[in-house]
Every structure is written in C-alpha cells, then in structure tokens.
C-alpha cells in the first residue's frame, strides 16, 4: 500500500512539514457537509480506512466512516455511523465529534467525544469500518480526547483524557485511566498540565500515542487564548514506556500553529487539531492527520527518529 507521504521542502527546517495539496478533504465532500475535520485514518486491508468528523448541515456533529487507497484520497460513507448498541442501557449519542481510532489484539476502537448529558469518553468497535458497535461510555461527563493506547501495558488498557466541562472549557491538564476489561476505568494518574504560553489556557491528547525506543511518543494540542479567541496549536511530548503517566521530555515551543489561510479561515478561526498519525515502521515516515479551522482535513509530515530527536533537545 503507498503511504502517505511528501518530502521536505528544502525551505524548511522545522520537524514536520504541510502536505502542499492541503487541504486533503474539502468542507463540502459530502452533499450533506457544513465540514469535515479533526478526524482519525488508520492502515485497513491493502489501504486506510478512518472515521471523520462531519458537521452536517443541520450542524450537528456526526461520524463518518470513510476509506481511502492512500490515504491522501477519502470517499467518506453519505451516511453517519449507526452504532449497534447491544446493552439497551447504554444510551445512543446525542452527537459525537473528534474520533480517534486505534487497533488494539483483534479490532479497531473508537474514541470520541459522545453526547451523554454533556461530553463524554463514547467507546466501541469496529472490525470492518461498516459495522460499529457502542459500550459502556468510558468515563463520566465531562470530559474530552480520549485516546487510547495501542496495546495494554502491565496487563491494562490505558486511556487519556482531558476532564472538561460543558462549554467551551477555558482550562485542561492531560489524565491517564486504566482498565482491565475496557468497560471499568480506574487508577486516574495525572500525566501533564499547560506549561508554555502557546498551551497556557489547556492541552489535550491527539493522536494514539506511537511507540519508540525512547518512549511512547504524544502528539498533543495546545491552546492560547487572545484578545480574539482560542488559538490551537499542537505539539509533542515522550512518556515512559512502563509508566506512561511519567512525562520523560516535553518540546517546549510548539510543533505547528495555525499559519494557512485553511487553518486561520473557517467556522473556527486559527485551529490546527491533530486527531491521527500513521506510521510507517520501514522508513520511519509518519503521515499526521489535522482539522483546519474546525472546517477541512489536512495531513503533515514527519520522520519519527527527527521528531523524538526534537522533543529531547527542545525539552527543558
Ligand atoms: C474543541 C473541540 C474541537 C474544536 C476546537 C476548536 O473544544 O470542539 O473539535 O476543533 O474546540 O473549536
């Protein structure tokens, strides 16, 4: 399967670099699309497969699945994801926005933020990208990216996430959940709070964290808040390989802020919000997956062994 991939542009010095056809999926994709943004694309059969954040518009705030050869070329399903919800208790969303995807032993999970009373950790599977079902929500209200590990550590599953509340959250430190059964979450472990001023009013997981030599490797968003709003900006951080609630280096300046026009223009001016990255083990490539404004999809560019390189020099 061809992965994802641009080389860098020679004028550019930074760890990671802009796709130059981004944005990869425009707001209007779908004849039923106000956008389609901060969403998760992971390797499936002998291509990618993903589940995108759709504004329909109504603008209510729906899932998508969609698939790709390249994983540069979406076709995103017309329909919104209908979870098969096999325990009558378990509520069905209100909404849901911001999915992340990850394989963990024999399937793909989803996380994303699900209407329940408020946001909320949803949680379910897919095997195919056509039928997805729904569990119990992993956590209470209120809360936000939640992001999931890509295998147990010490025997557990482990879960980020960022306890919010209901509005647009004027703060956020980054939390570590464990669990034995994916249903029941315990032994909360703080795990990192805003420290720069890009970062200052909150931070939030993005990508499922990648494994590397060094540590697990987190992509994670940053906001500042001006005299005209939020403004997103993402940056990278390597926690402990056995105890990934220990931050071993943070990147201090940021990694990427919103400096195209698709990341300063949209429905939510100056957001960049990372939600995916592929990897691929071979040439140590990685293919990012970030919203543009809360309106487009684009990708970015990294080489791993540069990235973890970066974060180590740049951490305080
Ligand atoms: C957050 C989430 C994201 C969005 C961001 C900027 O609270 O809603 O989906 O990209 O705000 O609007």
Redo the contacts with the bound molecule.
């Keep these: 399967m061809p992965f994802p991939w641009e080389p860098r542009p020679t004028n550019v010095s930074a760890p990671v670099w802009r796709y130059s056809a981004n944005p990869i999926i425009l707001r209007d994709a779908l004849p039923t699309s106000n956008s389609i ?2 969403s998760a694309a992971v390797k499936f059969g002998d291509g990618y497969a993903g589940v995108f ?1 759709c504004d329909n518009t109504h603008r209510e705030m729906r899932l998508h699945a969609g698939f790709s050869p390249d994983g540069l070329n979406w076709t995103i399903e017309p329909e919104p994801i209908v979870w098969n919800i096999p325990d009558a208790e378990v509520e069905a969303p209100e909404y849901g ?2 999915p992340r995807v990850v394989w963990i032993e024999d399937r793909y999970y989803v996380t994303w ?1 699900n209407g329940f009373h408020g946001p909320t950790i949803g949680l379910g599977y897919t095997h195919d990208f056509k039928e997805f079902t729904m569990v119990e929500n992993a956590l209470l209200p209120y809360n ?1 990216n939640g992001v999931l590990f890509p295998r147990r550590v010490d025997g557990r599953y482990l879960m980020l996430s960022r306890p919010s509340d209901r509005g ?2 004027p703060f956020g430190d980054i939390f570590l959940s464990q669990s034995e059964d994916l249903i029941h979450w315990g032994r909360h472990r703080f795990v990192m709070n805003p420290v720069e001023p890009w970062e200052s009013t909150k931070i939030g997981a993005g990508p499922v964290p990648i494994e590397t030599p060094e540590g697990w490797l987190l992509i994670y968003h940053g906001v500042l808040t001006s005299c005209s709003g ?1 403004v ?1 900006h993402w940056g990278a951080a390597l926690l402990d390989l056995e105890q990934p609630w220990k931050v071993i280096a943070r990147g201090r300046p940021y990694l990427m802020s919103p400096q195209r026009l698709y990341e300063q223009a949209g429905d ?1 001016p100056n ?1 960049v ?1 990372p939600c995916a990255a592929l990897h691929d083990e071979a040439t140590g490539r990685l293919a990012i997956y970030y ?1 543009g404004a ?1 309106t487009v999809t684009c990708v970015a560019f990294a080489q791993i062994d540069e990235l973890v390189d970066w974060v180590k020099k740049h951490s305080a």
């Design positions: 943004f901060n954040r926005y911001d933020c936000r647009h959250t939020y997103y939510v957001v919000f919203g809360d």
